[in-house]
């Protein structure tokens, strides 16, 4: 006969309670009681029913997506994919909600979550810069026993329970090979434009393009990274401004949200060569530069992969299960005019609706 929670009750010597906040992960227990809890379930050799357990309780997990406020393409194809998410059957039996708030403003994003632990949370998906209030807040959430993932930007110094994004490094390093290959042999500066500096996602892809350029294109030399804060008048003004004082720019790396603005900026300044520009994420632009030759190559991750991969991990953290890490490794995907279709079509879907 298979042991029961009110075996480990009684091997435990704790109440009915006390064992469903440990199973569940729940604060507010004492480290001793729960090691007693846990040597209970080695002993009887235990083994839970997740799936009839939460039925059982008919329990409805509340998940929290907390986003950047910015009017970007990306970010907006990204709400529409956790919103397909939430009304499908991985969200059943989920309430999945989305707050917003300013990525430059920390205590901002604290506030967006302050309004939604009016009731517990079982997981918090988090976008946002690397910060010391970020950081204290993610510290706080697992404190209370709610799953946290880092979504695009990780947050590694902190107790998250997953990076759910790509490899960002090995996407700066993709940039500098395909940019360095379409400029060829052509001497000349390259310019880098990113979102911000502070966002660890700018900073590992820089690494990686940097290190690409240094060992394998040394005849370009790459420029200081200019920031558009994910503003599209911005980043226009910054690359214009860019390409006035560097004449000889053969080639923009937009590492961040802002390419409408890049594109924008070359077609307002009298260049004799268009530069080769390579760029992050598939928009409803980006897509349209490949198409008509302002863009040579854009770097993609699949915002619906990142929507359920998020949701995935969180039940599954919430449930203390092992998650599949094949299934939720983000892959990057290289666009060009030639491959846009059916791939494109794909990824661009959520937002389309």
Do not use: W
């Amino acid at each position: 006969m298979r042991p029961t929670v009110n075996d480990i009750a009684r091997e435990a010597g704790v109440s009915l309670a006390t064992v469903d906040r440990v199973l569940n992960g729940r604060p507010g227990v004492r480290d001793k009681t729960i090691r007693a809890v846990n040597e209970a379930i080695r002993t009887l050799g235990y083994v839970r029913n997740v799936a009839a357990a939460n039925l059982a309780r008919q329990r409805i997990y509340r998940f929290l997506f907390v986003l950047p406020d910015t009017q970007t393409q990306f970010v907006d194809s990204l709400k529409a994919a956790i919103a397909e998410v939430a009304r499908g059957p991985l969200a059943e039996s989920c309430q999945v909600m989305v707050a917003t708030a300013p990525l430059r403003d920390p205590h901002a994003i604290g506030a967006a979550v302050q309004q939604y632990r009016t009731e517990f949370l079982d997981g918090c998906a988090i976008m946002a810069h690397e910060t010391p209030d970020v950081r204290d807040l993610i510290i706080h959430l697992k404190s209370e026993g709610t799953a946290v993932v880092s979504l695009i930007m990780d947050q590694p110094q902190t107790p998250r329970d997953h990076f759910v994004g790509i490899d960002n490094e090995a996407a700066g390093r993709t940039a500098g090979v395909l940019l360095g290959r379409f400029v060829g042999q052509k001497p000349g500066k390259v310019a880098v434009v990113v979102s911000s500096m502070l966002a660890r996602d700018m900073v590992e892809r820089r690494l990686g393009f940097d290190r690409i350029m240094a060992e394998r294109f040394a005849h370009l030399q790459v420029l200081p990274s200019v920031e558009g804060h994910d503003d599209r008048v911005l980043t226009e003004q910054i690359t214009m401004a860019c390409l006035a004082s560097h004449p000889g720019v053969v080639a923009i790396y937009v590492a961040g949200a802002g390419t409408r603005g890049v594109t924008e900026a070359i077609e307002k300044v009298a260049l004799p060569n268009r530069p080769v520009v390579v760029a992050h994420e598939l928009t409803a632009h980006t897509r349209a530069g490949l198409v008509d030759g302002a863009i040579d190559a854009v770097i993609a991750q699949d915002v619906g992969h990142l929507a359920r991969s998020a949701l995935r991990v969180l039940r599954a953290k919430t449930d203390r299960l092992a998650i599949d890490a094949g299934q939720e490794q983000i892959n990057i995907t290289v666009l060009l005019r030639e491959n846009l279709s059916p791939i494109s079509a794909r990824i661009l879907t959520a937002a389309a609706e």
